[in-house]
């Protein structure tokens, strides 16, 4: 049984760190541009879906908007990182609301009575924008990680405050209590039960942190202990609180890194990068093409090898062409052919 059992054991542990290697949903966000229209559309897969991505295209008038997504004309604009995929979603969501604002609240007034050809493709060119809207929107989040850093900062110490200021009073009240057990009158037990009640009380609620109202604001799911629901109006009001923040872990992969430079200022912990074809196949692709390109130099040598047997062949038959040896087919041929052009030269 032991031995049936391990196999079993094994196969359950690898499924296990399969499943932790997967990302979570919404940690990559792929950002892909049109060649020719510089159009952008945000994907949480790695392959555009048909339906969802025309979703994202305006129509800005005729022609404007494909029946369906040509995914030859799409290519890989940027691939962002995040440590969680509560941060990825809402990056994404302001990702795609800013766009949408882009391309329904403008205000160029050379369009006002241009062609609507002309305005649709001004309002198509989205690449500048989305960059730019990348950088702010990694700003804000950067700017909230720090506020929530320093809030738990100060909140823990408060608590550290408070911890030690509870400390106090409890030996303090363990002089006083000493002193009113010594104290027989009614008014002495009285107070004698009065502190011992409020020890008991400090002493219960020594080393808690801060009542969970008061950072409601700031809900965590990894300090958060308590069961969440997984379906229902408990797993909605789980979700409302905003997603914890950190910049740790943020990277954006270009696929061409001079693109960053559309936007003005990025946050200084955000790691840039370009794209990786394949991750770790690129290696195997290039083991593959080193033997293929080892293959015709050896292909090469025999058949320098081959020639230099037959042209010691043909200068054999040049230097004996009179030989006793059988010549029949093909070399009859040509012997008949180089005696005629010899013959035809002497002439």
Same mark, same amino acid.
Do not use: C
């Given at each position: 049984?032991?031995?049936?059992?391990?196999?079993?054991?094994?196969? *359950?542990?690898?499924?296990?760190?399969?499943?932790?290697?997967?990302?979570?949903?919404?940690?990559?966000?792929?950002?892909?541009?049109?060649?020719?229209?510089?159009?952008?559309?945000?994907? *949480? #897969?790695?392959? @555009?879906?048909? /339906?969802?991505?025309?979703?994202?295209?305006?129509?800005?008038?005729?022609?404007?908007?494909?029946?369906?997504?040509? &995914?030859?004309?799409?290519?890989?604009?940027?691939? *962002?990182?995040?440590?969680?995929?509560?941060?990825?979603?809402? !990056?994404?969501?302001?990702?795609?609301?800013?766009? @949408?604002?882009?391309?329904?609240?403008?205000?160029?007034?050379?369009?006002?009575?241009?062609?609507?050809?002309?305005?649709?493709?001004?309002?198509?060119?989205?690449?500048? #924008?989305?960059? !730019?809207?990348?950088?702010?929107?990694?700003?804000?989040?950067?700017?909230?990680?720090?506020?929530?850093?320093?809030?738990?900062?100060?909140?823990?110490?408060?608590?550290?405050?408070?911890?030690?200021?509870?400390?106090?009073?409890?030996?303090?009240?363990?002089?006083?209590?000493?002193?009113?057990?010594?104290?027989?009158?009614?008014?002495?037990?009285?107070?004698?039960?009065?502190?011992?009640?409020?020890?008991?009380?400090? %002493?219960?609620?020594?080393?808690?942190?801060?009542?969970?109202?008061?950072?409601?604001?700031?809900?965590?799911?990894?300090?958060?202990?308590?069961?969440?629901?997984?379906?229902? %109006?408990?797993?909605?009001?789980?979700?409302?609180?905003?997603?914890?923040?950190?910049?740790?872990?943020?990277?954006?992969?270009?696929?061409?890194?001079?693109?960053?430079?559309?936007?003005? /200022?990025?946050?200084?912990?955000?790691?840039?990068?370009?794209?990786? &074809?394949?991750?770790?196949?690129?290696?195997?692709?290039?083991?593959?093409?080193?033997?293929?390109?080892?293959?015709?130099?050896?292909?090469?040598?025999?058949?320098?090898?081959?020639?230099?047997?037959?042209?010691?062949?043909?200068?054999?038959?040049?230097?004996?062409? /009179?030989?006793?040896?059988?010549?029949?087919?093909? /070399?009859?041929?040509?012997?008949?052919?180089? #005696?005629?052009?010899?013959?035809?030269?002497?002439?």
């Amino acid at each position: 049984m032991a031995a049936e059992a391990a196999p079993a054991a094994k196969k *359950l542990a690898s499924s296990l760190v399969q499943a932790s290697q997967i990302p979570e949903h919404g940690q990559h966000i792929f950002v892909y541009g049109h060649f020719r229209t510089n159009q952008v559309i945000y994907s *949480l #897969n790695r392959t @555009m879906r048909n /339906n969802r991505a025309l979703k994202q295209l305006p129509y800005l008038g005729k022609k404007s908007k494909p029946p369906t997504l040509r &995914r030859d004309h799409w290519r890989p604009l940027a691939t *962002l990182t995040f440590p969680s995929g509560r941060q990825g979603l809402n !990056a994404y969501k302001e990702l795609r609301e800013f766009r @949408m604002r882009h391309e329904h609240e403008w205000d160029f007034p050379d369009l006002v009575r241009a062609p609507k050809a002309k305005v649709a493709r001004r309002l198509q060119d989205q690449k500048a #924008n989305s960059i !730019a809207d990348m950088a702010y929107v990694l700003l804000r989040q950067d700017r909230v990680a720090r506020y929530q850093s320093q809030h738990d900062e100060t909140e823990q110490l408060k608590n550290e405050a408070a911890e030690e200021k509870a400390k106090a009073r409890v030996a303090e009240l363990r002089k006083l209590k000493e002193e009113a057990q010594k104290d027989t009158t009614p008014e002495g037990i009285t107070k004698f039960k009065a502190l011992k009640a409020e020890k008991q009380h400090l %002493v219960r609620n020594l080393g808690k942190p801060v009542e969970h109202r008061s950072v409601a604001g700031l809900w965590s799911p990894i300090n958060d202990k308590r069961p969440k629901a997984k379906r229902g %109006v408990g797993r909605l009001r789980g979700l409302r609180g905003a997603p914890r923040m950190t910049m740790e872990g943020v990277r954006i992969e270009w696929a061409n890194i001079l693109d960053a430079e559309f936007a003005a /200022n990025w946050p200084q912990s955000v790691i840039h990068d370009t794209i990786t &074809r394949g991750g770790p196949r690129t290696r195997n692709i290039h083991s593959t093409s080193h033997d293929v390109l080892q293959a015709p130099t050896e292909l090469e040598g025999r058949i320098g090898k081959l020639g230099a047997k037959r042209a010691e062949r043909t200068e054999t038959v040049i230097q004996s062409p /009179n030989s006793s040896e059988e010549r029949s087919g093909l /070399n009859k041929l040509l012997d008949r052919l180089r #005696n005629g052009r010899q013959d035809a030269m002497s002439v």
